[in-house]
C-alpha cells in the first residue's frame, strides 16, 4: 500500500511548491524494448552508411548522446551528432510501440497522481527529448509532467537537473527538491545540485550499488515512498 502520508503539506505557506525530478528508464518505465537502442543505432547508419552497436557500452544511466559517442568511436569514425540526433527521434516516433502501458514501473501511476495535485513534476533523463516524451506518452504518464530537461540539453545530468531546477524556478518559487532515479548516476546528480536523492531498485543497477552511492532513501520500488520526505 502506498503510504501518502504528508501529502497535504507540500505547497508551503509561501506559495512555494515542492519539485520532484524523476528519471525515466528504470524509474518510470522499465522493459519498454529494444526500440530505443536500435533507434540509435539505426541513426548512426542513416547518418553514417556503417553499422555500429552498443554492445559493450554501459547504456544504463548514460545520456543519448554519449552513448552515441561511443558507438562512433567504437567503429573507428565520426558523425554529425547534431543529425544522429535528429534521425533517431524520428526513427524511434515510427517504431515505438502503440501500448507501453505495460512497461510501467510499480507504483507509478499512483504516485504521479498523488503527487500531481500540488507538486510540480518535471523529467531528468538521458533519453532524447522526443524519444522521452513519446515513451511516456506511450505509456500514459506523460501528461503529469511540466516540463524536463533532456539527454542532448547538457553535458551531464547534474547540468540536467540543474537545468530543471533552474526551469522550475523562473516560473515560481520551490520548496523541497528531489530526484528520483534507479542509477548511480541519478544520486550524484542529486548531490551536485544540493537535492534530496531518493533512488529505486527497479533499474539494472547490481544489487548493493545504490547503497554504496549514498541515496538519501532507498526503496524496492515506488509502492513504498512516503510522501512525507517530500
Not at 526551469?167 to 548511480?184: F, N, Q, S, T
Amino acid at each position: 500500500m502506498m503510504n501518502f502520508s504528508g501529502g497535504t503539506h507540500i505547497i508551503l505557506e509561501n506559495g512555494a511548491r515542492s519539485l520532484v525530478l524523476f528519471d525515466i528508464d528504470g524509474t518510470l518505465v522499465r522493459r519498454a524494448g529494444p526500440h530505443h537502442r536500435l533507434a540509435l543505432i539505426e541513426a548512426v547508419k542513416q547518418v553514417t552508411g556503417v553499422e555500429t552497436t552498443t554492445d559493450g557500452i554501459p547504456v544504463h544511466g548514460m545520456l543519448d548522446p554519449d552513448i552515441i559517442t561511443l558507438m562512433l568511436a567504437a567503429a573507428g569514425i565520426e558523425g554529425d551528432m547534431g543529425r544522429i540526433i535528429e534521425a533517431a527521434q524520428e526513427i524511434y516516433d515510427e517504431t515505438v510501440p502503440h501500448d507501453l502501458s505495460g512497461a510501467v514501473c510499480p507504483g507509478v501511476v499512483d504516485l504521479l497522481e498523488q503527487l500531481s495535485r500540488n507538486t510540480t513534476l518535471a523529467l531528468v533523463t538521458g533519453n532524447l527529448t522526443r524519444i522521452g516524451w513519446r515513451k511516456l506518452q506511450r505509456a500514459g504518464v506523460d501528461r503529469y509532467f511540466r516540463f524536463g530537461a533532456f539527454g542532448e540539453m547538457a553535458a551531464t545530468r547534474g547540468g540536467l537537473a540543474r537545468l530543471a531546477i533552474e526551469r522550475a524556478r523562473a516560473e515560481g518559487p520551490v520548496g523541497k527538491i528531489a530526484l528520483i532515479g534507479d542509477a548511480p548516476q541519478d544520486i550524484q546528480a542529486a548531490r551536485e545540485n544540493g537535492i534530496c536523492s531518493i533512488a529505486v531498485r527497479t533499474g539494472v543497477t547490481p544489487p548493493g550499488d545504490l547503497e554504496g552511492c549514498g541515496p538519501d532513501y532507498l526503496y524496492d520500488d515506488l509502492t513504498q515512498l512516503d510522501l512525507s520526505i517530500l
